[in-house]
Antibody, heavy 128, light 109 residues
């Protein structure tokens, strides 16, 4: 079955760095765009970043642009989020999620924009 | 930036009754609208995409409607497992930008 498993969360001091990983299984990872979405404690959902199936395009929310980097290793079926210059407001559960993209009959890639499925999440706490 | 506003913030409904949740976009998102269900301590689950297409495995009692700026999620006959928080999300695929509503908590009356 399709499965996404995040890891790498923990407690980190403001200004420091952390790298999250998301291990994918049960589907052809290299055919799908992937997202990171976060949820601060007791709050709603915030999209963080997306990467195209082949890593050719990456986009970020304004709140993390210039500090976070999304990447992937299709040979390892793994998605990453490198988080630098962390702030208290980055404290959240971080979820990876697969994009609902599709291909037409010519094999042209279309991003979907919805998120399915999601991993179980990993908690990042930024505190001194 | 497209702002998504959900109403009401909390909805109290009895099991077996119908629930209607609303989502409004600050500008047209066409049919680029998804709905998610989130239970405490769990990851969100996709229910609807394309404003009205049910995701794989989602029961028929869940239905979505709307286009442009006004959207509705209807749960026709509430089951105990449906009490949760529901989020709408718009997806603007070029340039990619995705925003969620603040959520509607569906609670047992």
């Amino acid at each position: 079955q399709v499965q996404l498993v995040e890891s790498g969360g923990g407690v980190v001091q403001p200004g420091r760095s952390l790298r999250l990983s998301c291990a994918a299984s049960g589907f052809t990872f290299s055919s799908y765009g992937m997202h990171w979405v976060r949820q601060a404690p007791g709050k709603g959902l915030e999209w963080v970043a997306v990467i195209w199936y082949d890593g050719s395009n990456k986009y970020y929310a304004d709140s993390v642009k210039g500090r976070f980097t999304i990447s992937r290793d299709n040979s390892k079926n793994t998605l990453y989020l490198q988080m630098n210059s962390l702030r208290a407001e980055d404290t959240a559960v971080y979820y990876c999620a697969r994009d609902g993209n599709y291909y037409d009959s010519s094999g042209y890639y279309y991003p979907g924009g919805w998120f399915d499925p999601w991993g179980q999440g990993t908690l990042v706490t930024v505190s001194s | 930036e497209i702002v998504m506003t959900q109403s009401p913030a909390t909805l109290s409904v009895s099991p077996g009754e119908r629930a209607t949740l609303s989502c409004r976009a600050s500008q047209s998102v066409s049919s680029n609208l998804a709905w998610y269900q989130q239970k405490p301590g769990q990851a969100p689950r996709l229910l609807i995409y394309g404003a009205s297409t049910r995701a794989t495995g989602i029961p028929a009692r869940f239905s979505g409607s709307g286009s442009g700026t006004e959207f509705t999620l209807t749960i026709s006959s509430l089951q105990s497992e449906d009490f949760a928080v529901y989020y709408c999300q718009q997806y603007n695929n070029w340039p990619p930008w995705y925003t969620f509503g603040q959520g509607t908590k569906l609670e047992i009356k």
